[in-house]
């Protein structure tokens, strides 16, 4: 009896054994499936910007001039940019569009890219490579101005065109830093002229 009891037991185990082995085709996987759909007007969770499609600010920037540079890690904050908006509006007037871009990179990594890149124009004042040590650190530059009489023979920016001022910003939480490009009819109102970190 107990011999056949084992051989019940034997048969039942590599009955269930194959049974599982031949669902594991090698096809799909719990990561592959797609979550179910939640009823937003249950959640209140606010919406992950990150999650929603970015337009590409690259090619509005591109057609106003190839040579904006544009820093590789930033990534278009649609959230930012609206916040920005009041304030550039209220700064300088309503026509002033701004793009606000954001970067998990330290300043002094953003400062160097830029400073780097506008040093092979001669309109540009050299800087230093890396930001003096403070609490609060920006850089505020008018490219329209910055960007002329290059080393390296290439594009300018329009002097009469639109005019685009660059500001970089440290902050203290996530994202780590703050890129905005301001785009202005005309020279920007206030008084604003090439400025640089100090």
């Not at 209220?90 to 780097?116: C, K, M, R, W």
Request: aromatic share 8%.
């Amino acid at each position: 009896m107990t011999k056949r009891w084992c051989q019940g037991a034997l048969a039942g185990a590599v009955a269930i054994s194959v049974a599982l082995l031949s669902g594991c085709s090698g096809r799909g996987s719990a990561a592959e499936e797609e979550l179910p759909k939640r009823d937003r007007s249950t959640t209140t969770a606010a919406p992950n910007p990150a999650a929603q499609p970015a337009p590409d600010v690259r090619d509005e920037l591109k057609a106003i001039s190839p040579a904006i540079p544009i820093y590789a890690g930033a990534h278009y904050r649609d959230d930012l940019t609206r916040r920005d908006s009041v304030n550039i509006h209220n700064e300088y007037g309503p026509s002033a569009q701004v793009i606000t871009l954001a970067t998990d990179d330290s300043f002094p990594q953003v400062y160097h890219y830029y400073t780097t890149y506008l040093a092979q124009f001669r309109a540009y004042p050299p800087q230093p490579p890396f930001p003096p040590l403070q609490n609060w650190r920006t850089l505020e530059v008018q490219l329209n101005q910055a960007m002329q009489d290059p080393f390296i023979p290439g594009d300018t920016l329009n002097m009469t065109g639109k005019q685009v001022t660059l500001q970089v910003a440290e902050t203290e939480a996530e994202p780590r830093t703050v890129i905005r490009y301001i785009i202005t009819p005309a020279p920007a109102a206030g008084g604003r002229a090439v400025a640089a970190a100090k």
